[in-house]
Nanobody
Framework: VQLQAFGGGLVQAGGSLRLSCVVF????????VGWYRQAPGIQRELVAA???????NYADSAKGRFTILRDNAKNTVYLQMNSLKPEDTAVYYC?????????WGQGTQVTVSS
């Protein structure tokens, strides 16, 4: 399984971005897909995750603003980010959990200006 993340960019505070994580491989073999982020000097943190059954989990900082969606037909998991804040600035990574194995995509930079 390989993952490719894209959709980052520069946006003003209050704006929106949609990140995409394309899965190259069998998406149905993936138990959980998660979006993580890492800002300079800060440990990588989970932002949102979605299971194969569609259950979702969000970090407190993302609740009410971010939505994770899974489109199995397109082998893609999206992270819709609304009401962005400068503190959302980070490199965002998607991650796939298959059994006990984790697969990471390359990061995509999100920068929110004040």
């Amino acid at each position: 399984v390989q993952l490719q993340a894209f959709g980052g960019g520069l946006v003003q505070a209050g704006g929106s971005l949609r990140l995409s994580c394309v899965v190259f491989g069998n998406i149905f073999s993936i138990n959980i897909v998660g979006w993580y982020r890492q800002a300079p000097g800060i440990q990588r943190e989970l932002v949102a995750a979605i299971t194969s059954g569609g259950s979702t989990n969000y970090a407190d900082s993302a609740k009410g603003r971010f939505t994770i969606l899974r489109d199995n037909a397109k082998n893609t998991v999206y992270l819709q980010m609304n009401s962005l804040k400068p503190e959302d600035t980070a490199v965002y990574y998607c991650n796939a959990l298959i059994g006990s194995l984790k697969y990471w995509g390359q990061g995509t930079q999100v920068t929110v200006s004040s």
